[in-house]
């Protein structure tokens, strides 16, 4: 199992959903005790059922990228086979640029591989593709040094309740994805609280319900049209209140093109900061790997709006074209930290750079 938290592991509480008034007051237990005891008893079923779920298998993140390395990253090997000349640099630069890498990690990929080769005198065509590989992986061992939760280093202690702020476009998979990550920390035997700040759309609150009930995790949502920063602000109490590990807020799919939204997502970070000054501890922008280079553009547009610490990768398993990771990476010195495989709750893998370029390039 995927483990996100270094710090011992926590006897808790089963969690209940919830559902606070809209005025921005910390939500009160159920006054009746024997409705309080039916709901412990529920979510404590959902709890159970969320941790046996998370026993089962996961998608494994090669058979996640098959797509992408039957398409285009699975014929390099091939390429290097036929001998180091410019035919191989051509083939080569032509491949990664159609898998979505984009042209100037391209070429600095490129440029790094052929002064390697050339410094080393390299002739073998398996260390070439040795190097290859060693120079992909240097691209996506990037850390913005921001985040307090998910880093290349070792911390010995987390922040509790740790924030993570989630953003991203409609349709990129974001609230699946917070489900998953939920899903993931309660299996572990995290205290988890979900906030729903998504307000605009209904769906969004009653998606992110769904998932907490299947999780068997806090939800604590307003209805819809309600302020997003309200709900911040109640979750945050009820996070405090309830000595939870981690605090999810999932967002508003705003369109990166949106400039008001873009101002009312600096808004709902402003809150939190108020109550939590060095949160949020991450902010994970889900981006969906079947856009390509569009994706690129939205990671440009949140990074700039609210310094976006971490990427999710969603829907890999569904592209053909997994290289924009890599021009990601590589452009905005953003690192991913998890990639959606699959569609179960238990489909999502914590982002291991070599392992990745392994399974990408696998014959």
């Not at 309200?230 to 009820?238: E, P």
Request: proline share 4%.
């Amino acid at each position: 199992m995927t483990r996100f938290f270094r710090r011992k592991k926590e006897s808790e509480e089963a969690a209940l959903e919830e559902q606070p008034a809209e005025d921005q007051q910390t939500p009160e237990p159920p006054a009746d005790s024997a409705a309080a005891v039916s709901a412990e008893a529920a979510a404590g079923e959902r709890a159970a059922v969320a941790v046996e779920d998370a026993a089962e298998a996961a998608v494994p993140v090669g058979e996640a990228v098959e797509r992408t390395r039957r398409g285009f990253f699975g014929r390099i090997g091939g390429m290097f086979r036929k001998g180091l000349n410019d035919e191989l640099w051509e083939e080569l630069e032509e491949t990664l640029i159609a898998a979505d890498t984009g042209v100037p990690t391209t070429l600095r990929i490129l440029d790094d591989l052929k002064e390697r080769v050339r410094r080393e005198s390299i002739r073998d065509a398996e260390q070439a593709l040795a190097a290859l590989k060693d120079d992909l992986v240097n691209v996506l061992e990037v850390d913005t040094g921001r985040g307090r939760i998910w880093t290349n280093g070792r911390r010995e202690e987390m922040p509790k309740p740790a924030v993570i702020l989630v953003v991203g476009v409609n349709g990129t998979g974001k609230t699946t994805s917070i489900g998953k990550l939920a899903h993931v920390y309660r299996a572990e035997g995290k205290k988890v609280v979900l906030a729903a700040a998504d307000t605009f759309r209904a769906a969004a609150i009653d998606q992110l319900k769904h998932w907490g009930r299947g999780a068997g995790v806090d939800v604590v949502a307003h209805k819809q049209g309600a302020d997003p920063g309200a709900v911040v602000f109640d979750a945050l109490q009820a996070a405090e209140k309830r000595d939870a590990d981690v605090l999810i807020i999932d967002t508003a799919g705003r369109l990166h093109t949106k400039a008001h939204l873009m101002d009312e997502l600096r808004k709902v970070n402003r809150v939190i900061q108020r109550q939590v000054p060095d949160a949020p501890h991450e902010v994970l922008l889900v981006l969906d790997a079947t856009t390509g280079q569009n994706a690129m553009q939205q990671a440009k547009y949140f990074t700039e709006a609210v310094g976006v610490t971490g990427v999710l990768l969603a829907k890999l398993d569904g592209t053909a074209k997994g290289g924009v990771i890599f021009s990601i990476c590589d452009q905005l010195q953003v690192p991913v930290r998890f990639i959606g495989t699959g569609e179960k709750p238990q489909d999502l893998a914590a982002f291991q750079p070599r392992e990745f370029v392994e399974a990408l390039l696998a014959p």
